[in-house]
């Protein structure tokens, strides 16, 4: 039968990439993003290798909105087999003291708050059908403290601990948790950031050992090995994709 995934943030950069990348292995794919723009180009993009797909907008960071996406989903497709778990936004890049408390609040709601309740009703839906498997996006700043992305770094973190402690849990009933740490890749988030902050492009690029950023489909080559069956006992885990950036600090 033919495999659904859901991808959040399937709008734009990683989730955009890993959702073809998805649909060329045959798996249907539900686009999840606060945008409409980018959720119906990527809709548009997967039919081209003839799987089904469909655009749920939602904001992650609301509780009623992710229940919804999974709810259309099942109503769609009949199962949730996939879970890219990937929303996100990196924040202005201040000092921590410098930025305000509706900065922390909104970058917290989305990527941290966003991904529990992605993974409370996703995971539900698996373990009635008896497992799945589930990849959380972290970053280098949540295996790794850096400057200037305090807030982003402490959600990415937690994104780690969902990870790791949901295996601790459900496991046993067949469910796979993994998460990936990329350093840099080019996406439209990236781009914005370091054209705000041109300085911590030059000296991002220049702190990774392979000496260039990532790009949008090593990561979602990645995404999709673990996701699916190929990747059957690999759970729990943490996989950087960064170049070497992380190994040298
Ligand atoms: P991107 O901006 O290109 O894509 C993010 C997508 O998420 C956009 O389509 C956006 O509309 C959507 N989104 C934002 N807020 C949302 C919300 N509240 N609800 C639903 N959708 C929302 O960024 P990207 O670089 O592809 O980032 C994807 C993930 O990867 C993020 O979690 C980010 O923190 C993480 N990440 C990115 C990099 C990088 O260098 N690009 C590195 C490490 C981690």
Request: glycine fraction near 12%; charge should be negative; proline fraction near 2%.
């Amino acid at each position: 039968m033919t495999k659904t995934a859901i991808i959040t943030g399937g709008g734009s950069g990683l989730g955009q990439a890993t959702a073809i990348r998805m649909a060329q292995e045959g798996i249907n794919i539900a686009v999840v993003d606060v945008s409409e723009k980018g959720g119906n180009e990527t809709v548009e993009q997967v039919k081209t290798h003839g799987v089904d797909a469909i655009f749920i907008k939602a904001d992650v960071s609301k509780a009623e909105e992710v229940k919804n996406y999974v709810d259309q989903t099942l109503k769609h497709f009949g199962s949730i087999d996939y879970f890219f778990n990937n929303a996100g936004i990196s924040g202005s890049g201040k000092f921590y003291l410098d930025t305000t408390i509706e900065e922390i609040e909104q970058i917290v709601g989305i990527n941290l708050l966003g991904a529990l309740y992605g993974v409370r009703y996703v995971a539900e839906v698996m373990l009635q059908k008896g497992g799945g498997s589930i990849v959380n996006t972290a970053s280098s700043a949540g295996v790794i403290g850096q400057d200037s992305v305090v807030t982003y770094s402490a959600t990415k973190h937690g994104i780690v601990g969902l990870t790791r402690s949901m295996v601790a849990e459900y496991a046993k009933e067949g469910l796979r948790v993994n998460a990936i740490a990329p350093g840099p890749t080019e996406t439209p988030m990236v781009k914005a950031f370091y054209e705000a902050n041109p300085q911590m492009k030059e000296n991002a690029t220049g702190g990774i050992p392979q000496k260039r950023l990532g790009t949008p489909e090593e990561v979602a080559e990645l995404v999709t090995f673990l996701l699916t069956s190929k990747a059957e006992y690999i759970n729990g885990e943490v996989i950087r994709i960064d170049g070497g950036f992380t190994s040298t600090k």
